[in-house]
Structure formats: C-alpha cells, structure tokens
C-alpha cells in the first residue's frame, strides 16, 4: 500500500508563496505520473498539475500556468509543487495522487488511486 504524506501548507497574503513537498513510501516512486489536485470549501476536487514518471512532461490547469510549477525528485520519493503569486482563488486543501498503474500520464482525477491527507492552503487578501 502507497502512501503519501503532504506537507508545506499554510496561511499567506496575495502575491505570495508556498512550496508544498509529497513524499511517497515505498521502491517504485520513479515508475509513476504524480498530481496534485485541490478542493475548496463547497467545491469539487478538480486537478491542478501532473509530472511524467521522468519529468519529461508537466501539465497544469489553465488557472495556474505561469504560477505554480511541479516537479520531481525521484531519489527522494518526493514530488513538489511551487506555487508564486498565489491569489485567494487558490485557497483550498492540497492533495498529492498517483495512479495504481505505472507508465499512465493523465490528469483525471478518476485515474488516481492513492492520495495523501492533503494540506491546507489559505491565501489573504
């Protein structure tokens, strides 16, 4: 069983901003798509980015291209997401996922079997 531990959440102001870590147990880490996605209050869980097993495709939602950037560590079983000019808009838990197939990029939520707690993100205006 994966499992995946968020952390860097927390409370900033608008413009700025937070790099959330996902660690992940177990060997395979580097065979698999990792995602974040995010709920707000009342909302439903929508998908935010996603990185390719070696880094060799990124894809984000259009409401956090040019902010927010994923990226991957894989010796470290650790997946990041960098997220600057953070807005109230972006306020919502943060989860990290991966998929219960290996060598599957995709950005559907549907896709993702493993998820971690999730870490709270608020932005103040």
């Known amino acids: 069983q994966v499992q995946l531990v968020e952390s860097g959440g927390g409370l900033v102001q608008v413009g700025g901003s937070l790099r959330l870590s996902c660690t992940a147990s177990g060997r395979t880490f580097s065979r698999y798509t990792m995602g974040w996605f995010r709920q707000a209050p009342g909302k439903e869980r929508e998908f935010v980015a996603a990185?390719?097993?070696?880094?060799?495709?990124?894809y984000y939602t259009d409401s956090v291209k040019g902010r927010f950037t994923i990226s991957r560590d894989n010796a470290k079983n650790t997946v990041y997401l960098q997220m600057n000019s953070l807005k109230p808009e972006d306020t919502a838990v943060y989860y990290c996922?991966?998929?219960?197939?290996?060598?599957?990029?995709?950005?559907?939520?549907?896709?993702?079997?493993?998820w971690g707690q999730g870490t709270q993100v608020t932005v103040s205006s």
């Open positions: 996922a991966r998929p219960l197939v290996s060598g599957v990029v995709t950005t559907t939520l549907y896709d993702y079997d493993f």
């Open positions: 990185i390719s097993w070696s880094a060799g495709a990124t």
